[in-house]
């Protein structure tokens, strides 16, 4: 765009800014994370235990008895979906089907919001007394943020970047079917539909591979490439890099013309509107990682994962360079990383875990200087699936965890079927968290299978003394909060 429209676009930002900072009592937390960290189990988790009354010491308003109650308000934005928070309870616990029909709900495939009012006594000096706090949940893919850069890179570098990401060693095998076409281009040749559905295809095959377990790889934009909804098919998700010259232009009616045309128009139809409506009017955001993934699948994924943390960082900075951060504080002033999954480990490796998030979101931060917010991170469990147990091996007793394994899951060639508990073995991680660099991740016991990649269910629901059923167990989740919330809860 013109610089005229980018200050015009910048100022409608602003100007919505300051009347919502103007006329409402709450925050609008964000919470995202790349495919399968979590998001989903995450909300449901926190509104279930806020709504319930679960287990929050490190919460200080309700650890110290100040929390009255919580309650959902109806949908607050006309024009985004509701989260489904009944339908992932009833998924998570089985309710109105039985226990044996747990199972984990749908991942996140596009934005949805709810609204959550607490209900509290503020304490100390002029404040004190009864009062209502509103917490919009905004919840949306982590890769739509990973496209927030591509708002600053023209399509020649974002080619150049992209095809040159492709040829490390950790991705070539998968673009090998991407980049056998990608040679055969010309850019300079008449522009063909069949030519760019074809290259779009194999490059969309690319990104898919990428995503696997196996290899856990993160920095994978265009997100919407992989999360297309209702895009799926339009020429704005049509399109793919090109081998380019830097010294010449792209001529009208050309292939390299008909890239551009609908790399910018993902960008004007897709990314910016994603911007505008949704991302700059965060106050709070969590960011969920799956650490645990891009350890099992070695260092090139666990270095693509640190890439991708900055990335999401200079992302938040993007998100604040409006006008409004020249009248007020930068609006997003606290970010969490979170290294989910931690109950598929012993808590003695939990430490780690998180020196480990730390490691990679400090270099990140090093990289997008001038954040202008506070950051932590955490190692948790939204919804705990395991519990802790020593078993004996050979002579010794090692620390384990017990849970059960989603049907047909194979552990040591045997097949589960998703009702017996099985005893794992998950490891430990290094004492130094640059050791994951060098591929040493995780030390199983000599002789024992790597148990590492079982997925475990949803745990069965608990009751209290009176029947009623127990909120979701977890691991830290109060800490999240705390860090999140707690000022504005005092």
């Known amino acids: 765009m013109s610089l005229l429209s980018d200050l015009a676009f910048e100022a409608r930002i602003a100007a919505r800014s300051v009347a919502e900072f103007v006329t409402r009592s709450g925050v609008r937390l964000g919470v995202t994370g790349l495919s399968r960290s979590g998001k989903t189990v995450f909300i449901t988790a926190l509104v279930h235990n806020l709504i319930k009354g679960g287990r929050l010491p490190v919460l200080r308003v309700h650890a110290e008895g100040r929390l009255a109650r919580a309650r959902i308000e109806p949908q607050p934005d006309d024009a985004v979906p509701r989260f489904a928070y009944e339908d992932h309870l009833r998924a998570l616990t089985g309710e109105g089907t039985g226990p044996q029909d747990r199972r984990w709900p749908q991942s996140t495939r596009r934005i949805s919001e709810l609204r959550l009012t607490l209900e509290f006594e503020r304490r100390g000096a002029w404040r004190s007394g009864p009062a209502a706090f509103s917490i919009d949940i905004v919840d949306y893919p982590g890769e739509w943020l990973l496209d927030l850069p591509l708002m600053a890179k023209s399509y020649a570098q974002w080619s150049r970047e992209t095809i040159a990401a492709s040829a490390t060693a950790a991705r070539a095998p998968l673009a090998a079917g991407w980049r056998g076409l990608l040679v055969t281009l010309a850019p300079h040749a008449p522009a063909s539909e069949e030519v760019v559905r074809q290259a779009a295809a194999r490059f969309t095959d690319y990104l898919k591979a990428c995503r696997e377990d196996r290899y856990a790889l993160s920095t994978l934009p265009p997100g919407r490439f992989l999360m297309p909804g209702d895009l799926e098919g339009t020429p704005a998700l ?172 194979s552990v040591g060639g045997e097949i589960f079927d998703g009702k017996s508990e099985i005893a794992v073995f998950p490891g430990e991680l290094p004492a130094d968290p640059k050791a994951v660099f060098r591929g040493e991740a995780i030390a199983v016991p000599e002789g024992e299978a790597d148990f590492r990649f079982v997925r475990f269910r949803p745990p069965p629901a608990q009751t209290g003394p009176d029947g009623h059923a127990l909120p979701l167990p977890h691991i830290r989740l109060d800490r999240a909060l705390e860090f999140l919330l707690g000022d504005k809860l005092s």
């Open 238 to 409: 049509t399109f793919a890099p090109l081998i380019l010259d830097a010294a010449s232009e792209a001529q009208p009616g050309t292939l390299v013309a008909m890239m551009e045309r609908r790399y910018e128009a993902y960008k004007s139809h897709v990314v910016r509107p994603f911007f505008r409506d949704h991302f700059a009017r965060l106050d709070r955001q969590i960011v969920l990682v799956d650490a645990l993934a891009a350890l099992n699948s070695g260092p090139a994924a666990v270095r693509d994962l640190e890439t991708a943390l900055a990335d999401v960082l200079l992302a938040f900075r993007a998100g604040r360079s409006s006008l409004l951060s020249t009248i007020f504080a930068p609006r997003i002033d606290r970010i969490l990383f979170a290294a989910t999954k931690a109950d598929h480990l012993h808590h003695t490796s939990h430490d780690r875990l998180e020196a480990i998030l730390r490691l990679l979101t400090e270099r990140a931060i090093k990289r997008a200087e001038g954040v202008g917010a506070a950051v932590d991170v955490i190692a948790l469990a939204a919804v705990r699936t395991t519990r802790e147990a020593s078993v004996r091996h050979g002579n010794d007793k090692l620390d384990a965890i017990v849970g059960t394994p989603l049907a047909g899951e």
